[in-house]
């Protein structure tokens, strides 16, 4: 079990201060308001509930996020390496070309996002869920998914080498062109459909035993 948001009820009403290197925003409701491009290090959000963010481009180096809740937001092409994110909900996000190397996420899901060429280079992964993501081209190199569930998930072209993928559960999800090796696809949860898939992607060609090859 995915352990949810701690969120106050009811939420604080009014808007919350400027976000800045090293602000804590502790239970804020934020709607529709407009952070492109802010570069602000060891920002800490914390019970936050966000709707139409707009956070394009932004450069979050330790980046904190806890209890929180995120829906409709634009994350795209910012950097947001070494962040940690623990209970937080993604639902209906914009995270194309989003880079969260080294990120460390517990109890996180990412719900109907659409992430394309999603850099999560290195990161660490404990009782988390991708749910009906486009996750295509997306960079998981070096990282531990060890037990997350890509459920519904176009994963075409996306990258895990040299990952973790012990029960790491792929079998909902398309699959075509993943970059894998075998050694990261061992303990990985398939689908008997997604057999030759996997096969095929490493390396292995499967032919049908023609009469001439009996013969002989």
């Known amino acids: 079990m995915i352990h949810p948001p701690r969120l106050p009820k009811p939420m604080p009403t009014g808007d919350p201060e400027p976000l800045a290197d090293h602000t804590h925003i502790y239970q804020a409701m934020m709607n529709g308001l407009d952070y492109n491009d802010l570069n602000a290090g060891g920002l800490f959000l914390e019970q936050v509930k966000a709707r139409k963010v707009q956070l394009m481009r932004s450069r979050l180096p330790g980046l904190r996020i806890v209890d929180s809740f995120f829906e409709m937001c634009e994350f795209s092409g910012s950097q947001w390496e070494t962040g940690f ?3 937080v909900v993604f639902k209906d996000c914009r995270l194309l070309g989003t880079q969260m190397l080294e990120g460390i996420f517990e109890d996180v899901e990412f719900i109907n996002c659409q992430a394309e060429s999603l850099a ?3 990161a660490k992964f404990k009782n988390c869920l991708f749910h009906k993501c486009v996750l295509k081209k997306a960079t998981f190199d070096g990282a531990d998914a060890s037990r997350v569930i890509f459920n519904e998930c176009d994963l075409i072209s996306a990258n895990f080498h040299l990952a973790k993928l012990k029960e790491t559960d792929f ?7 993943l970059q894998v090796g075998v050694t ?4 990985a949860i398939i689908a008997p459909h997604q057999t030759l898939q996997v096969v095929g992607l490493l390396g292995v060609t499967v032919k049908e035993i023609e009469d001439s090859d009996q013969e002989t």
């Open 120 to 122: 999560m280079v290195s």
């Open 171 to 177: 079998r909902t999800s398309d699959i075509g062109g």
């Open 184 to 187: 990261e696809m061992q303990g």
């Open 85 to 87: 994110f623990r209970r």
